[in-house]
T-cell receptor, first 119, second 112 residues
Framework: GAVVSQHPSRVICKSGTSVKIECRSL??????MFWYRQFPKQSLMLMAT?????????EQGVEKDKFLINHASLTLSTLTVTSAHPEDSSFYIC???????????????FGPGTRLTVT | SQQGEEDPQALSIQEGENATMNCSYK?????LQWYRQNSGRGLVHLIL?????REKHSGRLRVTLDTSKKSSSLLITASRAADTASYFC????????????FGKGTRLSVIA
């Protein structure tokens, strides 16, 4: 159990276009999901915390108008990179905690990541 | 912001040797977790140790946690070439809306 999926796994887009990345919790409900970004040879940096039914909370330095996050249901959060530029090329990883009653909030489950390349 | 600092940043060893990676953190935590990441791939959860635990084993992995020193270590015994990867520590709480905070990672190379 506790599987998180991401789609697409890889995407190449042209500069100036927008790209949407989906994150789904397949067998559990997640009130809160998290979006991380990882540049080559670096660690994961938290971009934002996505809350179901409300606005996301962005980390300092992350542009909320550029990285649109929508958490429309307890199993789906989307990240849209708007007007993408080459410097947005990165590995984007989502994760979620099981928010069901009795769920182990120690565990944070990660998606397999989405490799975005902006040309 | 990143909390954990891994040491060393890079480690190269021969197959069969043991690999030790250390992680330090700054604030109080409820748990500390170790992840592995192969180049260009997703994260693989290795082990979780809670703040009231001092040591935990899983196969060839041994993790220690010293909350007084705010540090943890990951020991991989009898390393294999397949262990070549980046290893990250991440600190967490048992709050539903608080994410794991990752350290900078250690790049381990195991030479056959």
């Amino acid at each position: 159990g506790a599987v998180v999926s991401q789609h697409p796994s890889r995407v190449i887009c042209k500069s100036g276009t927008s790209v949407k990345i989906e994150c789904r919790s397949l067998d559990f409900q997640a009130t809160t999901m998290f979006w991380y970004r990882q540049f080559p040879k670096q660690s994961l940096m938290l971009m934002a915390t996505s809350n179901e039914g409300s606005k996301a909370t962005y980390e300092q330095g992350v542009e909320k108008d550029k990285f649109l996050i929508n958490h429309a249901s307890l199993t789906l959060s989307t990240l849209t990179v708007t007007s993408a530029h080459p410097e947005d090329s990165s590995f984007y990883i989502c994760s979620a905690k099981d928010s069901r009653l009795g769920g182990d909030l120690y565990e944070q489950y990660f998606g397999p990541g989405t490799r975005l390349t902006v040309t | 912001s990143q909390q954990g600092e891994e040491d060393p940043q890079a480690l190269s060893i021969q197959e069969g040797e043991n690999a030790t990676m250390n992680c330090s953190y700054k604030t109080s935590i409820n748990n500390l977790q170790w992840y592995r990441q192969n180049s260009g791939r997703g994260l693989v959860h290795l082990i979780l140790i809670r703040s009231n635990e001092r040591e935990k084993h899983s196969g060839r992995l041994r993790v220690t946690l010293d909350t007084s020193k705010k540090s943890s270590s990951l020991l991989i015994t009898a390393s294999r070439a397949a262990d070549t990867a980046s290893y990250f520590c991440a600190t967490g709480t048992n709050s539903g809306n608080t994410p794991l905070v990752f350290g900078k990672g250690t790049r381990l190379s195991v030479i056959a």
